[in-house]
C-alpha cells in the first residue's frame, strides 16, 4: 500500500561536488533518506510510468537505502526500477545502465574514495538520463526542496529480495534485479582489443589490481581474470566489502602503497592499478614509475587510437581547471580543442553529449571518455592495457617518451584535511580579496577566482578555485574540497612546466620546490591552518 509520511526538513542537505555526502550516523536518522530520495523526485518532471536505475559500491547502509529508495519509487510513480544484485552497481557501470536501458535517471549510491562502515561515510547522487550527474540547476533545486519538505511517499511493501537476478512487482512497479557486470563487460569488450590485451597476458605480462575491498573486485575478476586471462590472483582485496576490509578506498600513493610498493619498488610486475570505493576513479603504475592522473589523461589522449572504440581519433579533451596542462599540449598537437571546467565530473557532460569532447579526466584520479558520463576506473586501466598490449612498450617508456615528445609538467597536489571550516574559508577570503597585489607582487600573468561558462548551456559557474598563473605558466591552484564530510579540506595544486629532457629524470617536490614554499606563504596556510605541512600529497 502506498502511504504519505509527514516529515520536517533537515539543515545541511546541500550536495556537494558528487551528490550529497554525510556521516553514516547522519543519514541513519529517521527519515533523512527519504528526505532527500524525496526532495530529488519532487525537482523532477514526467517519470511517471518510466524506469529508475538504482545501485551503490556496497558499503554500510547500501541495501537499507536500496530497499528504501525502491518502496519510494513505486509511491512515486516510476514503472520500472533496475538495481544491481545485492544492491551493487559501480558508477560507471550504473551511468552505463542508465544509458543502455534508456532509463530516465538514477540513484547512484555511494560517497566514493570515502572510508564506509559504520562511522564512515554514506551519499546519495542522482544522475539524469544521459547516465551523468545531475547539473547544478537540479542540484540547487534539490536543496531548495529539502528545505522546505513536508512529507514523503513510499509503500509498506516489505524488502525485495536483491540476492538474486529477477522481477518482482510492487504497486504495480517492476523490480528488476541485474547482473551488475554482464551490461558494462560487453561494452569494455566493444571499446578495446580484447585479443591483443589476452595476447599480452599469454606473453607473460603481469599486472596486479587492488579493488581496495570496494566495488570494482567483481568487475576486474569478470574482465581482467576471466575475459583476458589475467592470471587467477591478478585482482586482490577484489571483494566489495561494507567497510571495505578497513580499507580508505581512495586510489592514490598514500592508501594504495601496497601497491604502488609492490609493482613500482618490485620487479615481478609490469603493470598496476588499483580502483576507488565506487569504481570511477583510477591510479596507474609501472616498474619504476607512478603516472599521474593529468599525465594519464595526456597519455590517452595522445594514444586512443591503438583501442578499436577510438581507432577514428578523438573530437576534443575536457580537464578540469586544477588538472595539469599537459592534455592541452595533446590536443594542441593533434589539432583538436581542449575544455577547461571546474571541478565535477558533471560539468563534462553537455561536452561529451554535444560531441565536443572524446576524453576527459581529472587530477583527482579520474579518466574516462564519451562510453559512459561519470569517469571510470576500469576503462582507464583497460586503455592503458590496449595501450601497452599495442605498443609492446613498458609503462616507463611510455611515459618518459610522451615528456620528451611534449614536455613534462611536473604536478602535484597538497592535502589538508579536516582544517577547521571557519580557518580555511577565511585563507580563502583574504586570498580572494588580494589577488591584485598577489598579481603585482609575483607578476603574475593571471590571478583570479576561476570562473566558467558552459558552451553548451551558457550556464556560468563562478568561484571555483583560486588561480595564480606565473610568467613561465607555473600554476599554484587553491581550492576547498567539496566532497568532505569532516571540517574542510584545503586542496592546494602545484605545477611546472619543463621541456628539457635532460630535468625530466628530476623528483617532483624537487622540481617544485619553490612553488610549494610560495604557496604556503602567499596563502598564509602556517598561520591560517596552524599546520606546518600538508595531511596528504600526492
Ligand atoms: C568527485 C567528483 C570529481 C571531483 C572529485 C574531487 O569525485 O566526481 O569530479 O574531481 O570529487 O572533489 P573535491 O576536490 O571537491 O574533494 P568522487 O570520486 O569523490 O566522486
Not at 458 to 477: E, P, Y
Not at 511 to 536: K, N
Amino acid at each position: 500500500m502506498s502511504v504519505t509520511v509527514a516529515t520536517r526538513p533537515f539543515d545541511g542537505q546541500k550536495p556537494g561536488t558528487s551528490g550529497l555526502r554525510k556521516k553514516v550516523k547522519v543519514y541513519q536518522q529517521p527519515h533523512y533518506a527519504e528526505n532527500y530520495i524525496q526532495s530529488i523526485f519532487d525537482s523532477l518532471e514526467g517519470f511517471a510510468g518510466k524506469t529508475l536505475v538504482v545501485g551503490g559500491d556496497g558499503r554500510f547502509y547500501n541495501t537499507d537505502v536500496i530497499q528504501t529508495a525502491i518502496r519510494m519509487a513505486a509511491a512515486n510513480g516510476f514503472g520500472r526500477v533496475i538495481v544491481g544484485q545485492n544492491g551493487l552497481l559501480s558508477t560507471p557501470a550504473a551511468s552505463h545502465v542508465i544509458r543502455h536501458h534508456k532509463a530516465y535517471g538514477g540513484l547512484i549510491l555511494s560517497a566514493s574514495h570515502n572510508p564506509g562502515g559504520p562511522d564512515g561515510d554514506f551519499g546519495i547522487k542522482y544522475n539524469m538520463g544521459n547516465g551523468g550527474p545531475a547539473p547544478e540547476k537540479v542540484t540547487d533545486a534539490v536543496f531548495a526542496r529539502s528545505k522546505v519538505i513536508t512529507a514523503y511517499k513510499t509503500t509498506t511493501t516489505p524488502d525485495i529480495d536483491l540476492t538474486r537476478t529477477g522481477k518482482t512487482m510492487i504497486e504495480g512497479m517492476t523490480a528488476e534485479v541485474i547482473d551488475p557486470v554482464a551490461d558494462y563487460a560487453q561494452l569494455m569488450q566493444q571499446l578495446f582489443d580484447f585479443d591483443a590485451i589476452r595476447a599480452l597476458f599469454k606473453s607473460g605480462f603481469r599486472m596486479k589490481f587492488d579493488g581496495m575491498g570496494a566495488i570494482t573486485g567483481p568487475y576486474a575478476k569478470v574482465i581482467l581474470e576471466g575475459m583476458l586471462g589475467a592470471p587467477q590472483g591478478t585482482v586482490i582485496n577484489g571483494t566489495p566489502l561494507p567497510d571495505f576490509g578497513g580499507h580508505h578506498p581512495d586510489p592514490n600513493l598514500v592508501h594504495a602503497k601496497e601497491l604502488c610498493d609492490t609493482v613500482m619498488l618490485g620487479s615481478d610486475f609490469d603493470f598496476g592499478a588499483a580502483s576507488d570505493g565506487d569504481g570511477d576513479r583510477n591510479l596507474i603504475v609501472g616498474r619504476g614509475i607512478y603516472v599521474t592522473p593529468s599525465d594519464s589523461l595526456a597519455i590517452i589522449a595522445a594514444n586512443a587510437a591503438c583501442a578499436s572504440g577510438y581507432r577514428t581519433g578523438i573530437a576534443g579533451i575536457a580537464r578540469s581547471m586544477p588538472t595539469s596542462c599537459a592534455p592541452d599540449r595533446v590536443a594542441k598537437k593533434l589539432g583538436i580543442a581542449c575544455y577547461e571546467t571546474p571541478t565535477g565530473w558533471k560539468f563534462f557532460g553537455n561536452l561529451l553529449d554535444a560531441g565536443l569532447a572524446t576524453v576527459c579526466g581529472e587530477e583527482s584520479f579520474g579518466t574516462g571518455s564519451n562510453h559512459v558520463r561519470e569517469k571510470d576506473g576500469l576503462w582507464a586501466v583497460l586503455m592503458w592495457l590496449n595501450i601497452l598490449a599495442s605498443t609492446r612498450k613498458s609503462v616507463a617508456d611510455i611515459v618518459t617518451a610522451h615528456w620528451a615528445e611534449y614536455g613534462r609538467n611536473f604536478y602535484s597536489r597538497h592535502d589538508y584535511e579536516e582544517v577547521e571550516s571557519e580557518s580555511a574559508n577565511r585563507l580563502m577570503d583574504g586570498l580572494r580579496a588580494n589577488l591584485p597585489a598577489i598579481k603585482a607582487a609575483h607578476g603574475l600573468t593571471t590571478a583570479d577566482d576561476f570562473a566558467y561558462d558552459d558552451p553548451v548551456d551558457k550556464s556560468h559557474t563562478s568561484s571555483q578555485g583560486i588561480r595564480l598563473v606565473f610568467a613561465d605558466g607555473a600554476r599554484i591552484i587553491y581550492r576547498l574540497s567539496g566532497t568532505g564530510t569532516a571540517g574542510a579540506t584545503l586542496r592546494v595544486y602545484l605545477e611546472r612546466y619543463i621541456a628539457d629532457p635532460a630535468l625530466h629524470g628530476m623528483e617532483t617536490q624537487a622540481a617544485l620546490q619553490d612553488l610549494i614554499a610560495l604557496s604556503r606563504s602567499i596563502a598564509d596556510i602556517p598561520g591560517h591552518t596552524a599546520r606546518t605541512e600538508p595531511t596528504v600529497i600526492t
